[in-house]
């Protein structure tokens, strides 16, 4: 297991040398498992971050601060806009504009107090999002600690018929824990741009499920096949179509019968879930392929850096 680790942390580092999109904060790294729509929302003057030059991904988001992200990805008229009536919420307020016009779009709760420090929900957060995007529910996505009768079940349900939402491994979606910075910002950039939401692969053969960004569609191969008997693998292939001109080997999930384990010992898996008498892996590549070629900071070499972070992250939420 050491060798393993060991392995796993050279070909991070090596990949970490290569270089992805920056999201220019100095707290959010190149291999961020959000680096892509944190990059995307900055790059669209939704977010700026802190004035130490932070982005702070794991602190939990504010009401305040989800209120001004949307107000600004919907690009929202912020003039004119009816005192929405929060005793903690003055017109003086800095931000009040952002708040006001919110909640004349009818995309926040009203009560008496918007105790805008306070934690942003993860049910606040879809009722936001599927309101704000006019995103529809369809088809029979549910999830099991959100019954009929929640107060944002349609907009949970919606989040999820939009490929925007998977909820957790076990089935859950937690309506009611905080949402942090980084989890807002890919469910955000879901929800403005048809590249951050997902598809799905089902591999028959592996018996799982993995979602990747539609991003991903026309630029990879995906292939299942057996290796020997109790040893099966999915492997996914970068499309070069403009430098080396070739599909490249840019990760594979792994499924190895117990039996098989002890021939498999010290070798640079990733281990991800344990589902009856198997155990499913994720493998990336030794080095990139572009090093023998010099070409390391080519436009090729990052997206290939890039899917393989990308991968190696989706990877760990197969079902």
Same mark, same amino acid.
């Given at each position: 297991?050491?060798?393993?680790?060991?392995?796993?942390?050279?070909?991070?580092?090596?990949?970490?040398?290569?270089?992805?999109?920056?999201?220019?904060?100095?707290?959010?790294?190149?291999?961020?498992?959000?680096?892509?729509?944190?990059?995307?929302?900055?790059?669209?003057?939704?977010?700026?971050? *802190? /004035? $130490?030059?932070? +982005? &702070? !991904?794991?602190?939990?988001?504010? @009401?305040? =601060?989800?209120?001004?992200?949307? %107000? #600004?990805?919907?690009?929202?008229?912020?003039?004119?806009?009816?005192?929405?009536?929060?005793?903690?919420?003055?017109?003086?307020?800095?931000?009040?504009?952002?708040?006001?016009?919110?909640?004349?779009?009818?995309?926040?709760?009203?009560?008496?107090?918007?105790?805008?420090?306070?934690?942003?929900?993860?049910?606040?957060?879809?009722?936001?999002?599927?309101?704000?995007?006019?995103?529809?529910?369809?088809?029979?996505?549910?999830?099991?600690?959100?019954?009929?009768?929640?107060?944002?079940?349609?907009?949970?349900?919606?989040?999820?018929?939009?490929?925007?939402?998977?909820? *957790? /491994? $076990?089935?859950? +979606? &937690? !309506?009611?824990?905080?949402?942090? @910075?980084? =989890?807002?910002?890919?469910?955000? %950039? #879901?929800?403005?741009?048809?590249?951050?939401?997902?598809?799905?692969?089902?591999?028959?053969?592996?018996?799982?499920?993995?979602?990747?960004?539609?991003?991903?569609?026309?630029?990879?191969?995906?292939?299942?096949?057996?290796?020997?008997?109790?040893?099966?693998?999915?492997?996914?292939?970068?499309?070069?179509?403009?430098?080396?001109?070739?599909?490249?080997?840019?990760?594979?999930?792994?499924?190895?019968?117990?039996?098989?384990?002890?021939?498999?010992?010290?070798?640079?898996?990733?281990?991800?879930?344990?589902?009856?008498?198997?155990?499913?892996?994720?493998?990336?590549?030794?080095?990139?392929?572009?090093?023998?070629?010099?070409?390391?900071?080519?436009?090729?070499?990052?997206?290939?850096?890039?899917?393989?972070?990308?991968?190696?992250?989706?990877?760990?939420?197969?079902?």
């Amino acid at each position: 297991m050491k060798k393993c680790l060991a392995v796993l942390f050279s070909i991070m580092l090596f990949f970490s040398s290569v270089g992805t999109a920056s999201a220019a904060f100095k707290d959010v790294s190149k291999t961020h498992w959000a680096v892509d729509e944190i990059t995307y929302l900055t790059e669209n003057k939704v977010i700026n971050g *802190y /004035t $130490d030059g932070t +982005f &702070r !991904p794991q602190e939990k988001l504010t @009401r305040l =601060q989800a209120m001004i992200l949307m %107000a #600004k990805a919907l690009k929202l008229d912020l003039s004119n806009r009816p005192n929405p009536g929060f005793k903690d919420m003055p017109p003086s307020h800095k931000s009040y504009k952002y708040v006001a016009a919110v909640m004349d779009e009818g995309l926040f709760p009203k009560n008496n107090y918007l105790y805008p420090n306070k934690p942003m929900t993860r049910d606040h957060m879809a009722n936001m999002l599927a309101k704000g995007f006019d995103l529809k529910a369809s088809g029979n996505h549910s999830f099991k600690d959100v019954s009929s009768k929640h107060w944002a079940y349609q907009s949970i349900k919606a989040l999820a018929s939009n490929n925007i939402t998977l909820g *957790y /491994t $076990d089935g859950t +979606f &937690r !309506p009611n824990n905080a949402v942090t @910075r980084a =989890q807002f910002a890919t469910f955000l %950039a #879901k929800a403005k741009a048809d590249q951050f939401k997902t598809f799905s692969y089902y591999s028959q053969m592996l018996g799982y499920k993995i979602e990747l960004p539609n991003y991903m569609k026309d630029k990879i191969t995906i292939k299942d096949k057996k290796v020997e008997d109790g040893v099966y693998t999915t492997e996914f292939y970068y499309m070069d179509k403009t430098n080396l001109k070739k599909d490249l080997f840019v990760g594979a999930i792994r499924k190895i019968h117990k039996s098989k384990m002890p021939e498999y010992q010290g070798a640079p898996y990733n281990p991800l879930k344990i589902k009856g008498d198997y155990h499913y892996f994720y493998q990336g590549p030794s080095e990139s392929p572009y090093t023998m070629n010099g070409q390391l900071h080519s436009p090729e070499a990052k997206e290939f850096s890039k899917i393989y972070f990308k991968i190696n992250h989706m990877s760990k939420g197969i079902q």
